[in-house]
């Protein structure tokens, strides 16, 4: 039955509600209506009597009534008067039996009338006129609400965009709590009243509003020598009925002897009330891998994007990201049993790094773990909403030698997340079953160490991935030269667990510091108790620490130190301006002798890739700039993309190449250990896929992010995590629907560039279809080149004709392109739509024709020949002009013209 026909229109709160609401809705108002007249006119008649009598007027609520000689009409008005407020809902109201034992009215017998000795007509009046308000009407609540969630939730959104301090966003509160409340007395209305009253004036409040915890994590209290990890609870003590701080229990081991540690874990503080409570020297701030992945899980669509890479298509001899790694397809089944064959089955990787949070002081520095989600697609895999912050170690006197205490919440959940637990997710009403792993771990070489308990780079052992012997000792400097990889014996995951294991039975400090020197650990590592985690395999080797800001910055000290002029540190300069390179990729700070040293990974990046070679021509002598071109070609190989088997070998046979002739020329004083690691980037990528996949570009922006936050200085690994915690907050919410259409859109500062649109949206296979067709030879034919899926023109164009001559050479590289169809002169128009610039997947490509985009107009290119082979060597050329041409024949499949985008070059080479 449908109750909609229950319920009739109530014009107080006009909408539809049940009969009885609307009855008790209007006998309130009548009942109201009819005391407010029936009060008026016993007032006029009391007035008229008292002046006829020419006394003066006394109130009729104090009058006594034996005293008085009123008249049948004013006897009988009063008793109306009385039965009619009686019966109101007032808060005066009472019935008869309440009224005849009440010791507050006076009630005479003949009359009937009663005594109020406590009020006067002006008060019952105002009672009558402002009645207490009926129910507020539910659309108006629903419009307050909404109004104020978007105002507040722009104002969050706008304090962590522009990086507003808590102390700036509370003055802000303030003021607009004044300034509603002025506005709301000077304009009278319903609505705005609503608002002033609930518009929340402090920061406090304001996170009540929205419901937000900004301390939805864990807090550890940190001891400053041993690291040891305590609850604020434990830390506490009474003694003599006063409660102090307890010192650390830490126990360590001296000549076989043990001590306890004895620091302190709290200080006593005095409050601003006279209070006095005790503060942790140190916090450590945790955050639930578990509640973490729940959220992710919680956003629509992220569950499904994390099944995408199972759709992929690519070709055998490729590698195009880590799930073509070996680690990931060892990891399809586990002993036997699926794994990430599995849906919702999923692989993260654990980032580790140390950073400074403020400017001006390079003594203070915190460390986080991060971990990202590998199922995810790579375009969405290293964004920051999809970023997990497990913890932030907070600044300490000295770095702590291990890790193990900051990973042990999280080594306990991973352990639950193995086994399989049921998460709440967008997928389903019901809770699932989800299971994950930690498949990778990078970072740099000194974090690296101390995750996985190795020595460092600096010892007998130095190396994480084999056991060679690198000779030296105190006073003598380690040489890492030697590259004969068969002689190096490769560490194996079985040994260093038995041998991880035993450090902790070895009770001496002097035996123990032997054995650990011996086979080149350090400790017990916490990610062993994971059954899964392979302690050799797991852990990578940065491209950017070890290629960048390693050998190539290492490698310009050393023609500095050697005697490379400032002549010729000038002509380097020179070179760099004369070179036009594209926007995205910025240009390298100018006075390259003085500021090479502060050069950002990215910036060497650049120099390796883009500038050296041209900039070292005839400046290095022939030996050292063809080392430094194998070097320059080695990183140009294994930086791509989508990396074959056959360029993986030869980036490998180039970097053992390099460091070879770097230590016959240079000496064996040169080689750094960063070289040694170059050769063991073969075996990373085959186990982790192409170095996009892992390398550390991505973490070092997560750093940025976090140091831009602004903080008072003290207890900064609280201040950010909690404000990550406000970021987090901002990808779950949901967002009311009333007014999201005219306010949504200005809550945003994403990039508005439809090809950034298309990277997020598109598949894998869409996007290396594109990128094929620039490395393709001969030329592919036919249907790939009428998917325009990713090429994207501007709007605005000019109108131009083609000649006879143009139109024939186009007419050839059409015959190229679409060998399955017969073109003639007939069928090309001569109009064509010129432009500056375009965009193909994300890269823009500029021309001559645009001055804006003149840095992107140079094209280096391997051109192909009259039969549709493409030559080896690939030459630069600037574009002169960007034109769709027009196709008079239609496909017959299809109803729209065949459009190709072209690019005229410039005759001649640079």
Known sequence: MDESRNLVLCHHCDQLVSRSTRNRHENKRNREEVLRKSCQKSESSDTTDSDSEGRQHIDTTTADPQNCSPNQNEDTASKDTNEDFMESDGACSVDDNHLNDSNEFATDDDSGEEVWNDLVLKDLINDIENPRPLPAKEDDKHIVHSLLFWLLYFLLIWQTSCYISDNGMAWLLKFLSSWFKLLGVIVPSDTLAQIVTAFPGTLYMLRQFFHFDRDNFDKFVVCSKCHSLYEYNEC?????????????????????????????????????????????????????????????????????????????????????????????????????????????????????????????????????????????????????????????????????????????????????????????????????TFRAAVLAVSCDIPAARKLGGFKSHSAQRGCSRCLKFFPGGFGVKRDYSGFDRDKWEPRRNNKHRRLAKKIASIKAQSRRDHFCRDHGITHYSILLDLEYFDAIRFFTIDPMHNLFLGTAKAMFKIWVNNGMSSKDLQKIEDRIKTMEIPNDLGRLPANISANHGSYTAEQWKNWTLLYSLFCLKDILSDKEFKCWQSFGLACKYICQGVISEADLHIADGLFVKFCTEVETIYGKEAIKPNMHLHCHLKDILIDHGPVLSFWCFSFERYNGILGSIPTNKRSVELQLMRRFQLSRFFDGKTLPTLFKDELFHLYTLKNNDTSYEWLENSTWTERYALHNLAVASPIPSGNVWRNECGIFRPSNYKLSCLDKDDATLLLTVYNLMYRDITCTLKDLSQLIEKFGRITIGTTAFGSKMETRSIRSAMVLASWHSSDGTINFFSYPWYSEILFQPHYKRRRKAHSTYICLYEVVQRTGQL
């Open 236 to 432: 506490l003590k009474t003694v003599n009925n006063r409660k102090v701080g307890r010192k650390c229990s830490g126990v360590r081991y001296s000549r076989g002897k043990r001590v306890e540690c004895g620091a302190e874990l709290v200080y006593k503080v005095q409050l601003s009330n006279g209070e006095s409570c005790f503060y942790p020297t140190h916090y450590y701030c945790f955050n639930s891998i578990i509640n973490s992945l729940e959220k992710l899980l919680g956003k629509k669509g992220f569950a499904e994007k994390c099944e995408e890479w199972r759709s992929r298509d690519i070709p055998v001899d490729k590698m195009v990201d880590v799930y073509d790694g070996k680690i990931w397809k060892d990891f399809l089944t586990f002993d036997g049993k699926d794994f990430l064959n599995s849906f919702r089955n999923y692989g993260f990787m654990l980032n580790f790094d140390f950073f400074q949070p403020m400017k001006r002081r390079k003594d203070y520095s915190v460390g986080v773990f991060y971990l990202v989600l590998l199922n995810l697609p790579r375009a969405e895999r290293f964004k920051w909403e999809n970023v997990i912050i497990i913890g932030i170690v907070p600044s300490l006197s000295k770095e702590p030698k291990d890790l193990n205490p900051f990973l042990k919440p999280a080594v306990k959940e991973l352990q639950c997340l193995w086994k399989g637990i049921r998460l709440n997710s967008a997928l389903s009403r019901f809770p699932l």
